[in-house]
């Protein structure tokens, strides 16, 4: 898995059992090389490319992928032989899954990843939802459900990667699993501290803890019509980006520091997470939070303040670690494709139909 934060392939080893019960043996994050993280930063970012230049980032983000694969398998002692599959998510560089011609375009050539591990690949998982009706995303709740959910109490599970997205999981199991992209996680944090300190991100939110939230910015920045979107609904970068952000910014006339400016978009994150759990799950007890702002401490204290009468905590206390839910979600994923079951909610997604996902790239 490499999401919206392009902070690296998270490759997780897994195992499943006949009754579907799951275990995560190994995980391990590999960083991109400079050249090939710029390529991929270009092409999000600018959303322009040649068609060999978007060739040739594909190949080398598949041969990158199947060398990570083959050395945690190295450092495991394990072959090719010892694993039945690759679900790969790979790199999404554009999501339009409304419109004419809806898509989700991810990278990372599987066929790449399948010569060079000798392991059978599941890839392009989005696209048949879409085909079906569907956003496409987010894909996760349905292993949310599988894993996480109780029939003791109502649940959230919040995943804060570059976008935010939550599921909740209801205790009753005549009530359908709602899940969406919320707007911005770490996306608009991680861009502004780039600019200004040339960091990669906040460690654990310091620099917006230091900084007040300017309440008549972010109540511009509320002003963003997917916030006011019924769902399904689901956004990325394609929205949320550099551009967002200083054309936003450029509306602002008063002047605001920049601790200030990170305050206020960590509150943006916060309070949109926290308004949409009050709005379609006010009944739920407890809130797990999943992805890297698991680890910002301003951004879970918020949570916990909004949210002051749930339990805030991470998906830890549900026996996975924050870091590694989704990558674990793309090996389930995979796991539901190869035994010809269904990998969808449209309930969460708005397909017509529950449908087989990922495509299917023999060793």
Same mark, same amino acid.
């Given at each position: 898995m490499s999401g919206t934060s392009l902070d690296g392939i998270d490759v997780t080893l897994t195992s499943f059992s006949e009754s579907d019960t799951f275990q995560l043996v190994n995980a391990r994050t590999f960083s991109f090389p400079k050249a090939l993280y710029n390529q991929l930063q270009g092409l999000i970012v600018n959303q322009t490319s040649t068609l060999e230049n978007l060739g040739q980032i594909d190949i080398a983000l598949g041969r990158l992928i199947g060398s990570s694969i083959n050395t945690i398998l190295a450092e495991q002692q394990l072959t090719a032989k010892d694993i039945t599959a690759i679900g790969s998510h790979g790199q999404t560089i554009f999501h339009s899954p409304v419109g004419e011609y809806p898509f989700s375009l991810q990278i990372g050539d599987a066929s790449v990843i399948a010569e060079i591990t000798g392991i059978t690949t599941i890839a392009d998982f989005r696209q048949r939802d879409i085909a079906a009706g569907g956003q496409g995303a987010p894909l996760v709740p349905a292993f949310h459900q599988a894993l996480f959910s109780s029939p003791n109490e109502d649940r959230v599970i919040v995943n804060i990667g570059g976008i935010s997205n939550i599921t909740l999981l209801p205790s009753s199991a005549n009530q359908p699993v709602i899940g969406f992209d919320t707007g911005p996680g770490n996306v608009l944090l991680d861009y502004w501290i780039k600019v200004q300190q040339n960091k990669a991100y906040d460690h654990s939110g310091?620099?917006?803890?230091?900084? $007040?939230?300017? $309440?008549?910015?972010?109540?511009?920045?509320?002003?963003?019509?997917?916030?006011?979107?019924?769902?399904?609904?689901?956004?990325?970068?394609?929205?949320?980006?550099?551009?967002?952000?200083?054309?936003?910014?450029?509306?602002?006339?008063?002047?605001?520091s920049s601790?200030?400016? $990170?305050?206020?978009?960590?509150?943006?994150?916060?309070?949109?997470?926290?308004?949409?759990?009050?709005?379609?799950?006010?009944?739920?007890?407890?809130?797990?939070?999943?992805?890297?702002?698991?680890?910002?401490?301003?951004?879970?204290?918020?949570?916990?303040?909004?949210?002051?009468?749930?339990?805030?905590?991470?998906?830890?206390?549900?026996?996975?670690?924050p870091d590694w839910v989704e990558a674990c979600a793309f090996s389930w994923l995979a796991y539901r494709t190869l035994g010809n079951k269904t990998g969808n909610l449209p309930s969460v997604t708005g397909a017509k139909h529950p449908v087989i996902l990922g495509a299917i790239y023999p060793a």
């Open positions: 310091e620099w917006a803890a230091s900084g $007040q939230c300017n $309440q008549k910015m972010l109540k511009q920045l509320l002003d963003e019509a997917y916030f006011k979107q019924a769902i399904p609904k689901s956004t990325g970068r394609e929205l949320f980006n550099q551009y967002w952000c200083e054309t936003t910014l450029a509306r602002f006339t008063q002047e605001i601790a200030d400016i $990170q305050a206020t978009f960590a509150e943006l994150t916060a309070l949109t997470i926290a308004n949409d759990i009050k709005a379609y799950a006010e009944s739920s007890n407890s809130v797990f939070i999943c992805g890297g702002g698991a680890h910002n401490i301003h951004l879970m204290n918020r949570l916990k303040s909004l949210l002051a009468d749930k339990k805030v905590s991470t998906t830890m206390d549900l026996g996975v670690s």
